[in-house]
């Protein structure tokens, strides 16, 4: 069974730790992201194949985020536009500030467990899909 959540983040909380803190609350094992609408004050991105963060400030809205979420780990990503419709994207990080809203729709499978773990594939620890009856 899917079960649909609705949250909104509002001006001077953090993305990610607003999300991860209802994930958390809601104790989702097996969730993704639908939507998010919304903007920024400050930017903090892991851009590809890059170590550290790119971080700005100004105005940016919000073009996408998505990702897959849950209590054992999540990993999204975001793309924001700024005034001039300048668009980069990347892996989220803390301190992203909402500026105005961040409405965002996340879904939940009962089915399935998300943790992640290095498999060997990557140095880094992976998204691990496993089903709740096993």
């Excluded at 609705?6 to 909380?13: D, F, V």
């Excluded at 939507?35 to 930017?43: K, R, V």
């Excluded at 700005?56 to 419709?85: A, C, K, P, R, Y």
Aim: glycine share 10%; hydrophobic share 30%; proline share 1%.
């Amino acid at each position: 069974m899917t079960k649909t959540f609705a949250l909104r983040l509002k001006p001077g909380e953090d993305l990610r730790k607003g999300i991860e803190s209802f994930v958390k609350a809601n104790d989702i094992k097996a969730g993704w992201i639908v939507s998010c609408a919304g903007s920024l004050t400050d930017y903090s991105i892991r851009f590809a194949n890059q170590q550290g963060a790119s971080k700005g400030q100004g105005h940016f809205e919000i073009v996408s985020l998505t990702g897959t979420v849950s209590v054992n780990g999540s990993h999204m990503h975001i793309s924001i536009s700024d005034s001039t419709g300048k668009t980069i994207g990347g892996h989220l990080l803390d301190s992203n500030k909402v500026y105005t809203t961040a409405e965002i729709i996340l879904q939940q499978s009962d089915e399935y467990i998300f943790t992640r773990e290095k498999d060997g594939t990557t140095p880094w620890e992976e998204l691990q899909i496993k089903k709740k009856d096993q």
